[in-house]
């Protein structure tokens, strides 16, 4: 039975989509925030065919790759932020094996002007905390931000967070270069409200 405070549940095998021969799922920053987490942030009935729902506190990062909906080497998903503390804001992020760890600075996503998101960047290490051991598994978490963004009018706001993670595996000769560092991000460039582009390759 599904539990009411986090309605996620892992990928059955017969959900996974087979598509094209060629098919990519590569979207940038600002296109995962407009086309996947508003409209998951407005109805949490949405789904997308490259996106998946997952428990990130009842899976291990290893695991996540045979759950997700598609991937080759990152793999997309829903995930509602567990809160620590019921009447707290800091963020559950430990599973059996270990803990997510944010590093660096939190990165502003923009369309056109306008901040309409964040990416977090965390990484597992596996034990306990301080003496975690650092693994390659990382994580971008994307969440909403910003007065234009959908969750700044809702109606209710919402304890249980909607928000979209990017798992990876980072090998320590891996220099990939994801196509989200690749767009010009910067808000005094061209609008890009009146012609963002499709989310699908």
Not at 24 to 39: G, K, M, Q
Not at 47 to 53: D, F, L
């Amino acid at each position: 039975m599904a539990n009411s405070k986090f309605p996620i549940m892992d990928q059955p095998e017969e959900d996974h989509i087979e598509l094209p021969p060629g098919f990519r799922f590569h979207p940038t920053d600002e296109e995962l925030i407009t086309h996947y987490l508003s409209p998951k942030v407005v109805n949490s009935a949405f789904t997308a065919i490259a996106i998946g729902e997952a428990d990130l506190n009842k899976s291990e990062p290893w695991d996540l790759p045979g759950r997700a909906k598609m991937g080759e080497k990152e793999w997309y998903f829903f995930c509602v932020k567990d809160r620590k503390y019921p009447t707290g804001l800091r963020t559950n992020r430990a599973t059996e094996s270990g803990y997510w760890k944010a590093t660096g600075k939190d990165k502003e996503i923009f369309r056109g002007k306008r901040v309409v998101g964040m990416k977090k960047t965390l990484v597992f290490y596996k034990g306990r905390a301080p003496k975690g051991e650092k693994s390659n598994w990382v994580m971008h978490e994307y969440r909403l931000e910003g007065k234009h963004s959908v969750s700044h009018h809702l109606i209710k706001p919402t304890k249980n967070e909607w928000v979209i993670c990017r798992i990876f595996n980072k090998s320590s000769g891996d220099k990939r270069t994801h196509i989200s560092e690749l767009v010009s991000l910067k808000p005094f460039e061209t609008d890009r409200n009146s012609a963002a582009l499709p989310p699908f390759a």
